[in-house]
């Protein structure tokens, strides 16, 4: 079984332009996160989407969204970057269903590393 | 991440034991977790338990769990050079759907 995929691996953007990062959970997971890894601040939640909803989302500002597909496909975006976006973007898949009491492993991509000059 | 507190380095001989500390926000419905992380890769799932438990063992991993002190170890058997990486506690509530983590343990292993 494929892990999650995350592409791209790496990219370099210029302050002010904006990215799209994507994000192929495991076959039959439905639920997708993503975080933003940064040496400052950790591990930080960005947001969860689970059938094409959103269902929880982080303290990040606006220019930070996402979206997902019916088939669970997710992308982030970044608009007007900003230097203190560098950092490794990892998205994270489950098989979670609707009722979050119920545990459910999150298994992590390889990661998209921005560099935003 | 603040919510959920780690050690930040810990240096351990190659055959001996590792032992790994975390404490955390809630005790009374939370998923916890421990993932590791090598240079360059992604977070890789180590194991998890539930609040109500105590204990649990998975082949070289031991984790404890103290629920009046809100204090979770991960424990290495037999640590070895493979073992040296980044090491994540994280927690997640029983009606939420992220995960809080710490801010992770740098484990060095020295022959």
């Known amino acids: 079984k494929a892990g999650v995929t995350q592409t791209p691996r790496y990219l370099i953007k210029t302050r002010g332009q904006q990215v799209t990062l994507s994000c192929s959970p495991i076959s039959g997971h439905r639920s997708v996160s993503w975080y933003q890894q940064t040496p400052g601040q950790g591990l930080q939640f960005l947001f969860e989407?689970?059938?094409?909803?959103?269902?929880n989302k982080g303290n990040f500002p606006g220019r930070f969204s996402g979206r997902q597909f019916s088939n669970s496909r997710s992308e982030m975006n970044v608009s007007t970057l900003e230097l203190g976006d560098s950092a490794l973007y990892l998205c994270?898949?489950?098989?979670?269903?609707?009722?979050?009491?119920?545990?459910?492993?999150?298994?992590f991509g390889q990661g998209t590393r921005l560099t935003v000059v | 991440g603040e919510d959920v507190e780690q050690s930040l380095f810990l240096s351990v001989r190659e055959g001996d034991s590792s032992v790994i500390n975390c404490t955390y926000t809630?005790?009374?419905?939370?998923?916890l977790y421990w993932y590791k992380q090598e240079p360059g890769a992604g977070l890789q799932l180590l194991t998890y338990?539930?609040?109500?438990?105590d204990m649990k063992q998975d082949q070289r991993l031991t984790v404890l769990l103290n629920k009046k002190d809100k204090h979770l170890s991960l424990r290495i058997a037999d640590t070895q050079t493979g073992d040296s990486a980044i090491y994540f506690c994280a927690e997640r509530f029983s009606n939420d759907y992220k995960l809080s983590f710490g801010a992770g343990t740098t484990v060095t292993v020295r022959a």
């Open positions: 989407y689970f059938s094409e909803t959103q269902r």
């Open positions: 994270a898949s489950s098989s979670q269903s609707d009722r979050a009491w119920q545990n459910t492993e999150a298994f």
């Open positions: 809630d005790s009374s419905s939370t998923y």
């Open positions: 338990i539930f609040s109500n438990m």
